[in-house]
């Protein structure tokens, strides 16, 4: 069946960096954009971005430049999450979710099961 | 950045009973409207899709609608594993962006 599975939990210091994988698996990668969604302690949903898995373009939400980058490799059909210069407010889930079709971009209708990633010295 | 406001926060409601889920954009999204479900310690999942289209694998008894500025999710009698967080989001503009949930929660 269609599935995103997540690496798993991560435990981090400030400063430090941290790389999350989406390994998507039961349709062809490429068809369809990946998104990240982040989801800090007891709050709402935060959409990051997303990537273009075809092209391997990514396009970065307000907030998300800079220290977050996000990867293919299509190899594999894993996408990848890296935030780098780890805050104790990047403290959250982080999702990746598929976009339902290529022309349609911004429904998600598949996600990961969520990356936790605490950051804490 | 479109702004979704949803109300209310918080709906208390018994089993079999219907629950009216309201989304409120700041500027008009059209019909590219989608609502999600969220249990604790769970990822979403996709419901409603530009405004009224069910996803698959969704019961009947959830429905959406409206359009432009002003969106309803109805769960026509709620079912335990009903309560939940439900989040609308928009994706008219970049970036795409979620209201902060209303959590229908067990009376």
């Known amino acids: 069946q269609v599935q995103l599975v997540q690496s798993g939990s991560e435990l981090k210091k400030p400063g430090a960096s941290v790389k999350i994988s989406c390994k998507a698996s039961?349709?062809?990668?490429?068809?369809?954009?990946m998104n990240w969604v982040r989801q800090a302690p007891g709050q709402g949903l935060e959409w990051m971005g997303w990537i273009n898995t075809n092209a391997g373009n990514p396009t970065y939400a307000q907030g998300f430049t800079g220290r977050f980058v996000f990867s293919l490799d299509t190899s594999v059909s894993t996408a990848y999450l890296q935030i780098s210069s780890l805050e104790a407010e990047d403290t959250a889930v982080y999702y990746c979710?598929?976009?339902?079709?290529?022309?349609?971009?911004?429904?998600?209708?598949?996600w990961g099961q969520g990356t936790m990633v605490t950051v804490a010295s | 950045e479109i702004v979704l406001t949803q109300s209310p926060a918080t709906l208390s409601l018994s089993p079999g009973e219907r629950a009216t889920l309201s989304c409120r954009a700041s500027?008009?999204?059209?019909?590219?409207l989608a609502w999600y479900q969220q249990k604790p310690g769970q990822a979403p999942r996709l419901l409603i899709y530009d405004a009224s289209n069910r996803a698959t694998g969704i019961p009947a008894r959830f429905s959406g609608s409206g359009s432009g500025r002003d969106f309803t999710l109805m769960i026509s009698s709620l079912e335990p594993e009903d309560f939940a967080v439900y989040y609308c989001q928009q994706r008219t503009n970049w970036p795409f962006t979620f209201g902060p949930g209303t959590k229908v929660d067990i009376k």
């Open positions: 500027q008009s999204v059209g019909s590219y």
């Open positions: 979710a598929r976009d339902i079709a290529a022309a349609d971009p911004g429904v998600f209708d598949i």
């Open positions: 039961g349709y062809t990668f490429t068809r369809c954009a």
